[in-house]
């Protein structure tokens, strides 16, 4: 099984996740945007991915008490479909978990029914629709899910762990990986 190499967001990081993030998003973050937040680690959780000595992906957990927020997620377009975003999804879930966070929400966009179709794996659904979120021309969804610490939401996401395509290591165990 291949590895997928798991570590915080780094000020050296920055240029390959902008680059990616300008790749995918229409209003991408800018390099400061991201510098400001891993600056704010007790409150905010950005990993990499790295596949072969590459970054290929990346996510930011934002957490106010037991409240979490999925904010960028992206896999370079070089890797979609293997498998990447789903076990980023997962690892956000584990570091979600071992935060003690009790309820995850994000926005994604209405016409984005890949990662619509990737939360909804995890057990997100969609609670709200915010107008114009994205300007004028697109509302975004909510999506949410509650509840991660329980039993059966445990289950799910061990399910979910079986089926993953990669290997995850992290960087001194950030946390517990294993489902
Ligand atoms: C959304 C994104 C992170 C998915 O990453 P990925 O590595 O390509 O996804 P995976 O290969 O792990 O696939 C996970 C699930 O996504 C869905 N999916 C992936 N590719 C798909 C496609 N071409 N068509 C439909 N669904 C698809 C499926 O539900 C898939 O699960 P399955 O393989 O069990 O069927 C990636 O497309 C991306 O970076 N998009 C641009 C940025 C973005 O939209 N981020 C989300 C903002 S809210």
């Known amino acids: 099984m291949e590895e997928l190499f798991i570590g915080q967001m780094k000020k050296s990081d920055l240029?390959?996740?902008?680059?990616?993030?300008r790749e995918v998003f229409p209003d991408p973050w800018s390099l400061n945007m991201f510098e400001e937040e891993i600056n704010l680690p007790e409150?905010?959780?950005?990993?990499?991915?790295?596949y072969q000595g590459h970054l290929v992906a990346y996510g930011g957990l934002l957490n106010?008490?037991?409240?979490?927020?999925?904010?960028?997620?992206?896999?370079?377009?070089?890797?979609?479909?293997?498998g990447i975003g789903k076990s980023l999804v997962y690892v956000l879930i584990k570091m979600a978990q071992a935060k003690g966070i009790k309820n995850i929400s994000l926005e994604v966009r209405t016409t984005n029914e890949i990662a619509q179709s990737l939360y909804n794996k995890f057990g997100f659904r969609t609670v709200a629709r915010r107008k114009n979120y994205y300007g004028y021309e697109e509302d975004?969804?909510?999506?949410?899910?509650d509840n991660i610490a329980n039993k059966q939401y445990q289950q799910l996401i061990s399910e979910i762990y079986r089926t993953l395509n990669f290997s995850l290591q992290t960087e001194d165990n950030l946390f517990d990986l294993a489902s």
Do not use: K, W
């Not at 240029?15 to 993030?21: N, Q, R």
């Not at 904010?71 to 377009?77: E, G, K, M, Q, S």
């Not at 975004?140 to 899910?145: E, G, K, R, Y």
């Open 15 to 21: 240029l390959d996740v902008c680059a990616i993030e």
């Open 140 to 145: 975004a969804l909510v999506m949410s899910v």
């Open 64 to 82: 106010i008490r037991e409240e979490g927020h999925i904010t960028n997620l992206a896999v370079d377009p070089l890797f979609h479909g293997q």
């Open 43 to 50: 409150m905010y959780s950005l990993i990499t991915f790295s």
